[in-house]
């Protein structure tokens, strides 16, 4: 199980640290899920040592698929391993909304990330104009295929895909337990269906407006494997009461 932190477009180096640190005692020792924030790319070094000695990691919110060259405002994979970074966030429903990502890319970022010992965060979901029309599962599976067409995994630990209702993004709703564990097990059988028994290994994540108060709710569906946390990961006592409730869902199982 893994709970991550998406900072977005939020915080200044100093107050970064002061998160990071919170988020440091308050679950720093935790060791039966694994914890991770990801903040902007401008604060990465100075909470990569905020964080060190502590089991919480570090992560990306995005990354270039090239390893290098004239692609200035970029940021590539060698840059963000050289920075202490284990995850990076790809495809999330921000981007590819204000920024134009596209499946394609999301793809060629994904092998990247895989060559550069990442575990990409995998971002896919679908509208609102989408899930009242019944495509999600449409949706959902195509932005599944497309992000990892001939991608080979080597462990299940190697890859974290993130359902994100986007219409639960930053709106204050959430799909119910029953509708996020419904598209969690569709993205479960598809996996399956490209990885076998690897399948298994890999953490689906839900990633739409989880807080202390529904976390426990949602974590304990069968195949929520934990949370890609936005808002709530910006208030470190938020945030840590999520994790210990991914705690007790984990011992639960």
């Not at 010992?117 to 989408?130: D, K, R, S």
């Not at 202390?212 to 946390?229: F, H, K, R, T």
């Amino acid at each position: 199980m893994l709970i991550a932190g998406n900072w977005k477009m939020n915080t200044d180096i100093a107050s970064a640290v002061s998160l990071a640190e919170g988020v440091a005692r308050e679950v720093g020792t935790v060791d039966t899920v694994d914890v991770a924030v990801c903040p902007p790319f401008i604060s990465i070094d100075a909470v990569s040592v905020a964080l060190r000695g502590t089991n919480v990691r570090l992560g990306a919110q995005n990354m270039h698929e090239a390893a290098d060259g004239a692609y200035t405002g970029e940021i590539s994979a060698g840059m963000l391993t050289s920075a202490g970074c284990r995850y990076v966030i790809l495809g999330h429903s921000e981007r590819r909304q204000y920024f134009g990502e596209t499946d394609e890319g999301v793809n060629a970022k994904t092998r990247v990330a895989l060559e550069n010992n990442l575990v990409p965060i995998v971002c896919v979901g679908e509208t609102l104009e989408e899930r009242r029309a019944g495509r999600e599962r449409e949706v959902v599976e195509t932005q599944v295929r497309n992000a990892l067409k001939d991608i080979d995994l080597s462990s299940g630990s190697d890859l974290v895909v993130a359902y994100e209702p986007v219409w639960a993004i930053g709106t204050g709703e959430t799909a119910t337990p029953d509708q996020a564990q419904e598209v969690h097990a569709i993205i479960r059988r598809l996996l399956e269906e490209l990885y076998g028994g690897t399948a298994k290994d890999i953490a689906i994540l839900y990633g739409g407006s989880m807080k202390p108060a529904n976390a426990a709710e949602l974590l304990g569906q069968a195949d929520v494997d934990g949370g890609l946390i936005g808002g709530a990961s910006l208030n470190a006592d938020d945030f840590a009461a999520i994790v210990r409730a991914a705690v007790d869902a984990a011992a639960a199982t």
